[in-house]
């Protein structure tokens, strides 16, 4: 079983495969590094599905990698 996890090219990330891959946190840090302005805002896929925009995923780890180095 192949456990990697690769973000697209572009398009949209579900919220849950960011919480599990991308930034393990729980749904309420996410919810309030968000409101913060510390995390992209989500775009809304369907009724009850939010994704993220990989270019806004790119940058927010961008912006990681920049700060700890």
Not at 2 to 27: Q, S
Not at 35 to 59: I, S, W
Request: proline content about 6%; aromatic content about 8%.
């Amino acid at each position: 079983m192949n456990t990697t996890f690769t973000l697209p090219e572009t398009g949209l990330v579900r919220e849950k495969d960011v919480l599990r891959h991308i930034a393990p946190v729980a749904r309420s840090t996410l919810w309030h590094w968000r409101r913060q302005g510390k995390f992209p805002a989500p775009c809304k896929m369907g009724d009850n599905t939010n994704g993220y925009r990989v270019e806004d995923l790119r940058g927010w780890l961008a912006g990681l990698e920049a700060a700890n180095t």
